[in-house]
């Protein structure tokens, strides 16, 4: 066989840490965005060779391996790492043919009963057409121990006839909106080209949760949201959730038009990071479905970190505008479930969510209307790292909503650090994406006592 071109252009990532192991990444892709043939490489499996080292220079190297990278998942490469040490900072790579990939650092989760901070970002809705992202470079130079991606990893549109000024920043590989497994790979194989993505995937690991746009724009369940059938759209799910699963590092595969996202990562006794999925499940008027509705319920309840983080993709507040009626897409629309979620808030409730392409900040009240009324927690609304934001009247909005705190309209993502005493929350921006090199600067910051937002930066 021909040597093999250099096949880690998509990068290396690690995720899902647990306190004794983690997954680790990565796809060989020689011609990442080959037109036929996916990665550009032969229909074989391959062997990969992986090294894990306590020490960036591998001179103390602890676990290594081989792992079968398959024709069948587009050669990606998902290695379960066990047997490893809590909150340890490790380092990997792999190799193949004489190719060596770049480093990845990452980190294992704190053992149960440590009381030590717990430092991560949130990112979400990275438009590759509209920007540069900048923001996600910023968020690897701060080396958290954990990143979590609540949505809009890609989006499957293709080039519109007429861009507006600064929504087709970067050329997308292909004009076409995706609709088939193809079509998704060599979306994500020219998102993972990008040289900041793939330095967010090696300074951490990640925990990844997707909206709307892995498979298409305000999808439902089992309906696309076009009127068109939900057999032909869950065909295209499958694809979807299909090449989602070979550019992340998943613990679970996707079996057909399912992938399970839900899942609980305790971060020591400071976090338990409960993960919800607001898309696939709905039906009707519920958001969550039954089984994960009462998964949920059941993880509230059994909390016992200090801050119980429910990070999921959609504004979760009520939010009332000064024209339209309130978003359908988001809870809004699904006011029991939110009332069933908020019935079972334990202390400490943190919300974590994206999707609007703005900053936003939130208490949670057991009556929206009135101030006086319980504090539930709060809500921190990231930003997009690129994705361009709707118009907005934000005045009006903080006016007719005295529980949102604060909006900020820049791209950007979100800077937290969780003790047993503090949650601290930094909202981090840039003011351009059109061209690389926003400095980045903190736009503010919270910090949650007694169930509410206090302000830190003032
Ligand atoms: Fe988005």
Redesign the pocket.
């Given at each position: 066989m021909a040597k093999l071109g250099y096949p880690f252009t998509l990068g290396v990532a690690s995720g899902e840490p647990l306190p004794d192991g983690v997954i680790l990444w990565t796809r060989l892709a020689p011609e990442p965005l080959h037109p036929t043939r996916p990665g550009g490489m032969p229909n074989q499996a391959m062997a990969v060779q992986w090294q894990l080292a306590e020490d960036e220079a591998f001179a103390r190297v602890v676990q290594s391996g081989t792992a079968s990278a398959q024709p069948d998942w587009a050669h990606s490469v998902h290695v379960r790492v066990t047997g490893l040490r809590p909150a340890t900072e490790y380092f990997y790579r792999f190799s193949i043919d004489g190719h060596s990939s770049q480093v990845g650092r990452t980190k294992t989760a704190p053992d149960p009963a440590s009381t030590a901070p717990v430092r991560f970002g949130v990112v979400?809705?990275q438009?590759y057409e509209h920007g540069f992202f900048t923001a996600l470079r910023h968020l690897a130079d701060e080396r958290p121990d954990v990143i979590l991606h609540l949505?809009?990893y890609i989006?499957e549109y293709g080039k519109p006839a007429h861009p507006k000024a600064g929504r087709y920043v970067r050329p997308l590989e292909s004009e076409a909106e995706c609709r088939t497994l193809g079509d998704y790979r060599n979306r994500y194989a020219r998102y993972h080209m990008d040289a900041d993505l793939q330095a967010a995937h090696a300074a951490a690991p990640w925990i990844a949760m997707p909206?709307d746009?892995e498979v298409r724009d305000n999808y439902s369940g089992a309906l696309p949201g076009d009127g068109t059938s939900p057999a032909a759209f869950l065909k295209r799910r499958a694809a979807a959730f299909k090449a989602y699963y070979e550019h992340l590092p998943l613990r679970v595969r996707p079996s057909g038009p399912s992938l399970q996202n839900h899942r609980w990562r305790p971060y020591g006794r400071v976090v338990d990071f409960v993960l919800v999925d607001a898309r696939q499940h709905r039906e009707g008027r519920d958001m969550l479905g039954p089984e994960q509705e009462q998964w949920l319920a059941a993880r509230l309840k059994g909390a016992t970190a200090r801050w119980k983080v429910l990070a999921q993709a959609v504004f979760f507040a009520q939010r009332k505008f000064p024209l339209e009626p309130p978003s359908t897409d988001a809870w809004d629309g699904f006011p029991e479930s939110r009332a069933r979620v908020l019935a079972e808030a334990p202390d400490g409730l943190v919300v974590l969510s994206?999707?609007v392409?703005n900053g936003w900040a939130c208490d949670l009240r057991a009556d929206w209307a009135d101030p006086a009324s319980k504090a539930l927690g709060v809500e921190f609304v990231g930003t997009?790292v690129t994705?361009m934001p709707p118009m907005t009247d934000a005045t009006a909005i903080l006016a007719l909503n005295p529980h949102i705190a604060f909006f900020d309209h820049r791209r950007g993502y979100l800077s937290c650090t969780a003790s047993m005493d503090d949650f601290q929350t930094d909202y981090r921006v840039v003011d351009f994406v059109d061209r690389p090199g926003a400095p980045v600067s903190t736009a503010a910051g919270f910090r949650v006592k007694g169930n509410k937002l206090q302000r830190t930066d003032l």
């Open positions: 979400s809705c438009r949505g809009d989006y909206d746009h994206g999707d392409h997009s994705s």
